[in-house]
């Protein structure tokens, strides 16, 4: 059986929002600090910037570009209409106006619209005055997290009225927020350990220390609110823990918790083992210490790629538990 372009494009339209989110929320509550330390590392984070921001605007370009894609797929299973006729028939702009989906896809393309034009004035604000730049670095978290977040609504929590539907819609929220702290950022933080290792400036390894730490925390608070937010979707779509054995939806969730609880594992490693030998190694020794941090991480997101695939698939898939209502 062929795979559903729906799904390819689900996982790339998830995974270029989350690098987009990632690497902003990176700059944002990582690397700042980084780069005030003294004396600069002025070769390190002249190429830092130039190979994040390089994928920083792919991924943006991914990101709209996929989610343009899937409004189309979409609109051919609703309309049942082959490639060029949701155009030419108007079921596209139908389904975008008329839709609950293509209500929340006007929001999200307006909000990754309002991101690029943030980020173009981040990129042209080197003269500007510090606060200013600062402002809209804030300005384009704020909109990352817009942009990254309002995916829930393409997801489960959409479905449903009232109350609960808010409280999964939240979850849903706060899961996605929490896979771009983490996951996402991963990409940067490989990228900042590979630069300060090759050019080993004075106090390189202190500084991938800190920004190790630094990014170590932020993960356990993206692990904790991944955990809870991650058992409130369950409690919603599961029917039950037997739903997770009788079910091919809980199967697949359930290689989905595994693969989460071993970057757990390889993350508890790193700063339980790799980041403090790193800050207390002597210089000739750092090098390897940052390198196996770096293969360390590369393992981490091909795991959460894996995930992000995994997810893909759930989203078109029935809910465990109006699966077990069917069984049973």
């Given at each position: 059986m062929l795979i559903d372009p729906l799904i390819i494009v689900r996982d790339f339209h998830l995974a270029s929002t989350v690098i987009v989110a990632g690497i902003i929320f990176f700059?944002?509550?990582?690397?700042?600090?980084?780069?005030?330390?003294?004396?600069?590392?002025?070769?390190?984070?002249?190429?830092?910037?130039?190979?994040?921001?390089?994928?920083?605007?792919?991924?943006?370009?991914?990101?709209?570009?996929?989610?343009?894609?899937?409004?189309?797929?979409?609109?051919?299973?609703?309309?049942?209409?082959?490639?060029?006729?949701?155009?030419?028939?108007?079921?596209?702009?139908?389904v975008l106006s008329q839709t609950q989906f293509g209500l929340a896809w006007q929001m999200r393309l307006l909000f990754g619209a309002l991101l690029a034009a943030g980020l173009w004035l981040c990129r042209n604000a080197g003269t500007a005055r510090r606060r200013t730049a600062r402002g809209l670095t804030i300005l384009s978290g704020l909109l990352a997290s817009a942009y990254l977040g309002s995916l829930a609504f393409a997801g489960h929590g959409a479905e449903g009225v009232g109350f609960w539907?808010?409280?999964?819609?939240?979850?849903?929220?706060?899961?996605?927020?929490?896979?771009?702290?983490?996951?996402?950022?991963?990409?940067?933080?490989?990228?900042?350990?590979?630069?300060?290792?090759?050019?080993?400036?004075?106090?390189?390894?202190?500084?991938?220390a800190r920004a190790g730490s630094r990014f170590s925390s932020l993960g356990i608070l993206a692990v904790g609110v991944l955990l809870v937010s991650g058992t409130v979707n369950a409690a919603f779509l599961l029917g039950g823990t037997y739903s997770l054995i009788d079910t091919s939806y809980g199967r697949l969730l359930l290689l989905k918790v595994v693969l989460v609880a071993a970057m757990v594992s390889l993350a508890s490693v790193n700063r339980q083992y790799l980041l403090p030998r790193l800050s207390n190694s002597p210089a000739d020794e750092a090098s390897g210490t940052a390198q196996r941090?770096?293969?360390?991480?590369?393992?981490?997101?091909?795991?959460?790629?894996?995930?992000?695939?995994?997810?893909g698939l759930l989203g078109i898939m029935v809910p465990a538990n109006d699966m077990a209502a069917h069984m049973h």
């Open positions: 700059d944002l509550f990582i690397v700042a600090p980084i780069w005030q330390m003294k004396p600069p590392f002025r070769a390190a984070q002249a190429s830092f910037r130039s190979s994040t921001g390089k994928i920083l605007w792919i991924s943006l370009a991914l990101s709209i570009a996929s989610a343009l894609a899937w409004l189309w797929l979409l609109s051919m299973r609703i309309g049942h209409k082959n490639f060029d006729n949701v155009i030419t028939d108007g079921t596209v702009w139908l539907q808010n409280i999964h819609l939240t979850a849903d929220f706060l899961h996605l927020i929490a896979t771009g702290l983490w996951l996402g950022a991963l990409i940067p933080l490989v990228l900042l350990l590979v630069y300060l290792s090759r050019f080993q400036e004075d106090g390189w390894a202190l500084a991938a941090l770096i293969r360390s991480a590369l393992v981490e997101i091909a795991l959460g790629l894996a995930i992000v695939c995994i997810v």
